[in-house]
Structure formats: structure tokens, C-alpha cells
């Protein structure tokens, strides 16, 4: 059985700076990492999809890197803005051969102007 | 950009009813999600349908749940008699193969008193 775990769960970094946001997963036979963006009382925005087959994706100001045998997934955030706050959240398919997913609790983001 | 849209936002019901939860998913898009989320808490997988019909369902997805796409854009979730704990936010989401980025909606929350 799939379990994903996010660290940290919170982080309040001043604007500027780089940061890593980190999500570990247990079960390694995935054939995909979802990224997803969560503001207050709002829905889920998809910001990376990493394939199984791939390394890393990038996305602007967003770099995300897969390593499935050590079970682990980075988030990393270039130059962080005030608009960067929100909830972000990992997911990963339940187990192999299932396309619903499971999710990270999700690391809090404050950047600080 | 398409996106997926639910209605209604905010739904307040009494317990013991029945409500439906409505959702319109990316047109060209072929299989279907639910998920919940209860304030605080992960993100939780509720159902699948593709074809037709549920490929998926887990522990939450009981005989109170049910799952129709009763036209060509409509999904709907119907929870026949709610309870306290079903109060959460609902998010549906589509794709166009399983394996692709799962788009979600803004979500609707539900509130039962």
C-alpha cells in the first residue's frame, strides 16, 4: 500500500530565496508524480507531472525531480514571490496498474515580502 | 484553456438528505474522479468511472455513494443520506488517458448539519 510523506509541513522563507520542498513515497512502482498547488479553501492546481521514465520536469520558476528507487520526489522553487504561497501537494498512483492517487499531506508555504 | 467546473460551490444540507454534486468534466476527456477532502486533512481518492462505469472505489465509496454521467458532460455524485462526517470539500477531475495530469475543479463544499 501506497504512503506519501511531505517534509516540511510548514515553511515561511522571505522572498527571494530558493527552496526545496520534499515528498517521499513507499511504494517505488509508479509510472507517475503529480505536483499540485492548493490556495486556502480553494482546488487543486496541477503544476508538474513527472513520468516514470523521467528525471525531472521544469516549469518556469519550478523544477521537479523524480528518483523512484529511493522513493522521493523534490519540488524546488527559484527566486520564491509572495504569490507563491499556498499548499503544495504530491501525489502518486495508489500502486502499480491504478491511475487513482494518493496524497501527500502537503508542506504549508509562506514566502514573506 | 478548458478546465473542469462544479456547482454548486457551497451546498448546506441537513442530515439524512440526499444531495448531488455536480461536476462537468474537460469534453474530450474519458475518465472521471472524485476525491474528498475533510478540513486538514490529505486528500482522499473516492471513485473512478471510465466507460460507463466504476473502475475503481475505495473503503469511503460506500452503498450511500453513487456515480452517474447522465448525458455527454455531466458527472455527478450523489450521497444518498448524509451524515455529519461527509462534510468536506468535493473535487472531481478528468483526464484523457489514465495516466495523464489529472485536472481538477475548484471543488464544492459540503456542509451538513
Known amino acids: 500500500k501506497q504512503e506519501v510523506t511531505q517534509i516540511p509541513a510548514a515553511l515561511s522563507v522571505p522572498e527571494g530565496e530558493n527552496l526545496v520542498l520534499n515528498c517521499s513515497f513507499t511504494?517505488?512502482?509508479?509510472?507517475?508524480l503529480q505536483w499540485f498547488r492548493q490556495d486556502p479553501g480553494k482546488g487543486l492546481t496541477s503544476l508538474l507531472l513527472i513520468q516514470s521514465s523521467q528525471r525531472e520536469q521544469t516549469s518556469g520558476r519550478l523544477n521537479a525531480s523524480l528518483d523512484k528507487s529511493s522513493g522521493r520526489s523534490t519540488l524546488y522553487i527559484a527566486a520564491s514571490q509572495p504569490g507563491d504561497s499556498a499548499t503544495y501537494l504530491c501525489?502518486?498512483?495508489?500502486?502499480?496498474?491504478?491511475?487513482?492517487?494518493?496524497f501527500g499531506t502537503g508542506t504549508r508555504l509562506k514566502v514573506l515580502a | 484553456e478548458p478546465e473542469v467546473t462544479q456547482t454548486p460551490s457551497h451546498q448546506v444540507t441537513q442530515m439524512g438528505q440526499e444531495v448531488i454534486l455536480r461536476c462537468v468534466p474537460i469534453s474530450n476527456h474519458l475518465y472521471f474522479y472524485w476525491y474528498r477532502q475533510i478540513l486538514g486533512q490529505k486528500v482522499e481518492f473516492l471513485v473512478s468511472f471510465y466507460n460507463n462505469e466504476i473502475s475503481e472505489k475505495s473503503e469511503i465509496f460506500d452503498d450511500q455513494f453513487s456515480v452517474e454521467r447522465p448525458d455527454g458532460s455531466n458527472f455527478t455524485l450523489k450521497i444518498r443520506s448524509t451524515k455529519l462526517e461527509d462534510s468536506a470539500m468535493y473535487f472531481c477531475?478528468?483526464?484523457?488517458?489514465?495516466?495523464?495530469?489529472?485536472?481538477f475543479g475548484p471543488g464544492t463544499r459540503l456542509t451538513v448539519l
Open positions: 501525489a502518486v498512483p495508489f500502486t502499480s496498474g491504478t491511475y487513482k492517487y494518493i
Open positions: 477531475a478528468s483526464n484523457n488517458r489514465g495516466p495523464d495530469t489529472q485536472y
Open positions: 511504494d517505488s512502482a509508479i509510472y507517475n
